[in-house]
């Protein structure tokens, strides 16, 4: 049964980079899936962030391009989330999601939806 | 950037009837991309239905979507006492984006 679990520091300061592994076991990274993250800011809704492929491909919200980065290690079975400049704004339960991908006859690619979820983590932004 | 919009915020309900929540894009949304997901205080988010109207793996069929277009449905008949939840839907496919709607709260009355 394939189960995401999110790490990482819960209190990062203003201005300073937040950093996120999620580790996936009963299931191998490097399969046909893409792999992202979401957050959740306390009692607000639901943003994706961006996701990344085992190749090391990767996609972002442009409202977050320019401080996100996802990285993949196929070795330890994990991808990473980085988030800089970080502020108050960004305080949020963070969770790293699933999903798969398909091509259709005319090589368009299309997306589906986030089918495993980790559990979360909350990261609050304070000095 | 397709914007979702949903409807009503809250939905005040008893067990036993039935509930019906709207999810309004703001553009049409091909081929009916359009999922909706469960959320219990604390939990992370479930995956309920796809493509409109496909029951994710393990989910009870008292949970229906349906709509096209920009006007999409989840309907939940004979709510149970789990069924009192954050719904959410949320838009894929050929957009580079996914976007979620703001949520609707079901409630015990």
């Known amino acids: 049964q394939l189960q995401l679990q999110e790490s990482g520091p819960g209190l990062v300061k203003p201005s300073e980079t937040l950093s996120l592994t999620c580790t996936v076991s009963?299931?191998?990274?490097?399969?046909?899936?893409?792999w992202g993250w979401i957050r959740q800011p306390p009692g607000k809704g639901l943003e994706w962030i961006g996701s990344i492929y085992y190749s090391g491909s990767t996609y972002y919200n442009p409202s977050l391009k320019s401080r996100v980065t996802i990285s993949v290690d196929t070795s330890e079975n994990q991808f990473s989330l980085r988030l800089s400049s970080v502020t108050a704004a960004d305080t949020a339960a963070y969770y790293c999601v699933r999903h798969s991908y398909y091509y259709d006859r005319s090589g368009s690619y299309y997306t589906r939806p986030f089918d495993h979820w980790g559990q979360g983590t909350l990261v609050t932004v304070s000095s | 950037e397709i914007v979702l919009t949903q409807s009503p915020g809250t939905l005040s309900l008893s067990p036993g009837e039935s509930a019906t929540l709207s999810c309004r894009a703001s553009q049409s949304i091909s081929s009916s991309y359009l999922a909706w997901y469960q959320q219990k205080p604390g939990q992370a988010p479930r995956l309920l239905i796809y493509?409109?109207?496909s029951r994710a793996t393990g989910i009870p069929d008292r949970f229906g979507g349906s709509g096209s277009g920009t006007d999409f449905t989840l309907t939940i008949s004979r709510l149970e006492p789990e069924d009192f939840a954050v719904y959410y839907c949320?838009?894929?496919?050929?957009?580079?984006?996914?976007?979620f709607g703001p949520g609707t709260k079901v409630d015990i009355k």
């Open positions: 009963g299931g191998s990274i490097s399969s046909s899936y893409y």
């Open positions: 493509g409109a109207s």
């Open positions: 949320q838009q894929y496919g050929s957009s580079p984006l996914f976007t």
